[in-house]
């Protein structure tokens, strides 16, 4: 990964943190990682655990952000949640899914879609 896509990722991280905790979540962790891979933001919504990937993108040419989220990508989110739920001896009632799309604006604040239960 570049310096740039580094940048745009911490950025894009920053922005969804900014916008669950602004609907209400309450985040309990940022960029966990174990042996297996990365966790961007776990939340709970309520009584309910959200593992959230972010994923931001500068233009359409590839689609939209989620859509990058699919098969293989979403099966190691799922077995990374998991893991933390273990490591942490952390008990949910009901655990999800979510996808947090970021847009970057060229001026002003970037446009953030929360996609609940996304997988």
Do not use: Q
Not at 5 to 21: F, I, N, T, W
Not at 53 to 77: C, M, Y
Not at 98 to 119: N, Q
């Amino acid at each position: 990964m570049t310096a740039a896509s580094e940048a745009v990722g911490a950025y894009g991280e920053r922005c969804a943190v900014r916008h669950l905790v602004g609907t209400g979540l309450r985040v309990v962790a940022r960029n966990w990682r174990c042996a297996h891979g990365e966790i961007d933001i776990i939340a709970w919504d309520g009584d309910v655990l959200a593992f959230c990937e972010v994923k931001t993108r500068r233009s359409g040419a590839f689609g939209t952000p989620a859509d990058a989220v699919v098969g293989r990508k979403a099966r190691r989110l799922r077995r990374l949640a998991a893991e933390w739920l273990a490591a942490g001896d952390v008990h949910a009632g009901e655990i999800r899914f979510d996808i947090v799309e970021v847009y970057p604006a060229r001026a002003g604040a970037a446009r953030v879609e929360h996609l609940k239960a996304a997988f």
